[in-house]
């Protein structure tokens, strides 16, 4: 501690004071060196209960947002399984003590993956091949992102952050009816074709809503993670299990490719809009190009939506026009940018977003070649959004891709694989699960990583935090993520207003269909006069998107919304404890694309 300075001995100050002097000069010091040291209002939306409790409770005791994100993702790939997991992958947007980064833990294509890898000997693809089943896998990413987080940011002790999920995998959990429904219409899907029914075989009792769920192997997982870290994971036990899964069932990954595997820091997306900057999701994520292109369009006809009221028919003509010409974008130029050039800049330049949106048609459905497909029936990744109190945000976004991924769980360690190679371009012109099509710049080679459309996304303002927001949706991440945003800044919404609101969706094609989330849909005159025009207005039999949002209002007041069309839970509270300094110094990234 700091000797007191020489101002007490010449009797400048009170005996009492000066004796309290050194702790005054250490505390300032600390809080200068040590810039966590603050406590107040901090907010967190999240797709279940349990990583509520647990995001909350990390926070309250001084951890900060990075922190409870890697306690909350634990957490999920237990008691969110569809999507939750350690065997997939994500991305992390990221805002700390002032700096915006970006952690990309996608998925790779295995080594010995190959382009036509999901064809036949005629070049067809051979049904189901990229969705369920081992060699549908992508070597996972989310231990590896998780960790990388926590070695910069993390405050508190790695091991610590993952006894809640221990806890919950080792004691069990009464799963959530929603949980329950997801996990039967799963059965019909993997049955005769790999082990999910061997784990997850408890949903199907009738009594399942009142029996505690235990994944005793999964304990044991997070155990020796919690112990050696991502080594584990990679070059470990939990490795080896993982391969001679591979093996037993004809998989690609291999030791190497686990070895191999890095998280990658990229600097995010940033786009100026509206006197904001959004922060968001650079390639291989096609989500962040896509919402500024979105924005921007949208701006370009600011006159054209002036007179198109909220969800009038003009309104969603609108919507669906540029939405169409995003998914134009998104199919020719996005891919990996480690082994495709995308031209990010000329995609979000504001001269191609004023020439593209004015190339709208204002009263016609402008026409897409070729019909192909719509939307699959499984749109499960998750997403979850934490604020701390000292202004630190986590937007994270991560998945299996599919629901329940590939179906297989690791054998003796308890987790569910990716069924994400499906995100690749498996045959240039073929839909993927999400009827999205693509081209060369998402063809699959090895080490790849396949084009996501997750939107994990911040919005600063004179550098403080005014939103935090995602969810999941597959194809829908981003005309998600971009109808909340104008929910709340062109129609003044609540954020709870804006999450709950209908959502539509277009891309590209079929080009004349709209597709409207289950739960809320398009007014009966917006409908006719659509289907009127030539749309085709379905709604869905499944809800896409589960928004978590976070937002501070025009007065400063934090707010924050889950959507209802998940099992999420949206809590501001008071933080009294202050954040930990780090546990450790830091380094710069061992992978830097920045
Ligand atoms: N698998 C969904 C996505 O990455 O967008």
């Known amino acids: 501690m ?95 003590q002032g700096n915006d980064r970006f952690l990309d833990f996608r998925e790779a294509a295995p080594e010995r993956a190959s382009r036509d890898m999901y ?66 219409e799963a059965f019909a899907d993997y049955e005769g074709k790999t082990n999910f029914r061997d784990y997850f075989g408890p949903f199907a ?53 686990l070895r191999r595997y890095r998280a990658i820091w990229r600097a995010p997306l940033q786009q100026a809009w509206r006197g904001y900057t959004l922060v968001t ?32 028919r003009q309104y969603v003509h609108l919507i669906a026009e540029i939405e169409k010409r995003v998914f134009a974008d998104r199919a020719e130029y996005l891919g990996d940018p480690d082994f495709f050039k995308v031209p990010v800049n000329a995609l979000v330049a504001p001269s191609y977003l004023r020439q593209r949106a004015q190339q709208v048609d204002r009263t016609a459905i402008s026409s897409p070649t070729g019909v192909k497909p719509g939307l699959g029936e499984s749109l499960q990744t998750t997403h979850f959004s934490i604020l701390d109190a000292a202004g630190n945000a986590v937007s994270l976004t991560y998945t299996l891709n599919g629901s329940f991924g590939n179906g297989v769980v690791v054998r003796g360690a308890g987790f569910l694989l990716n069924n994400e190679m499906d995100d690749f371009s498996v045959k240039p012109g073929v839909p993927n699960l999400y009827g999205v099509v693509g081209a060369a710049a998402n063809e699959i080679a090895p080490r790849k990583r396949m084009l996501s459309s997750m939107t994990p996304t911040i919005l600063l303002k004179d550098g403080v935090v005014q939103g935090v927001l995602g ?34 969706h277009h891309q590209l094609l079929p080009g004349t269909l709209i597709i409207v989330s289950r739960c809320c849909n398009l007014p009966e005159q917006t409908r006719s006069e659509l289907t009127a025009m030539g749309y085709d207005v379905r709604q869905n039999s499944w809800e896409f998107g589960d928004m978590q949002v976070i937002q501070r209002t025009d007065s400063g007041t934090l707010t924050a919304a889950s959507d209802p069309r998940g099992r999420g839970q949206a809590r501001v509270f008071e933080v009294t404890t202050p954040a930990a300094a780090p546990e450790k110094p830091r380094s710069r990234p061992a992978a830097v694309a920045e």
């Open 205 to 257: 009792a009738g009594d399942a809503a009142q029996q505690a769920f235990r994944q005793p192997e999964l304990a044991a997982t997070l155990q020796r993670i919690a112990e050696r870290g991502a080594q584990d994971f990679y070059a470990g036990r939990t490795a080896q299990l993982l391969v001679a899964e591979m093996r037993r069932g004809g998989g690609l990954i291999s030791r190497e490719d």
């Open 119 to 184: 064809l036949d000997a005629q070049g067809n693809y051979i049904k189901d091949s990229s969705l369920i089943g081992h060699r549908a896998a992508g070597v996972p990413g989310t231990v590896a992102g998780l960790w990388e987080a926590h070695r910069l940011y993390g405050t508190r002790p790695w091991k610590s952050l993952l006894q809640p999920a221990i806890r919950l995998a080792r004691d069990g959990f009464v799963p959530h009816p929603q949980l329950i429904e997801r996990t039967r």
């Open 281 to 312: 999701a650079p390639p291989p994520s096609s989500g962040g190009i896509a919402l500024v292109q979105l924005l921007g369009m949208k701006d370009v006809l600011a006159a054209e939506f002036k007179d198109a009221p909220y969800l009038s």
């Open 471 to 504: 969810t999941p949706g597959g194809s829908t991440i981003f005309t998600s993520v971009f109808q909340t945003l104008i929910n709340l800044f062109d129609h003044g919404m609540t954020a709870g207003e804006a999450v709950a609101a209908p959502r539509f």
């Open 2 to 96: 700091p000797e007191a300075p020489a101002l007490c001995e010449h009797g400048a100050m009170k005996r009492s004071l000066c004796g309290l002097l050194p702790l005054v000069v250490y505390a300032l010091l600390a809080s200068f060196f040590a810039a966590p040291l603050r406590a107040g209002p901090a907010a967190i939306a999240i797709p279940d209960s349990h990583g509520a409790e647990v995001a909350e409770a990390v926070l309250r005791e001084g951890g900060n947002a990075i922190d409870a994100a890697v306690a909350t993702a634990f957490v999920l790939a237990v008691t969110y399984p569809e999507a939750g997991n350690l065997g997939g992958g994500g991305f992390i947007t990221l805002h700390h």
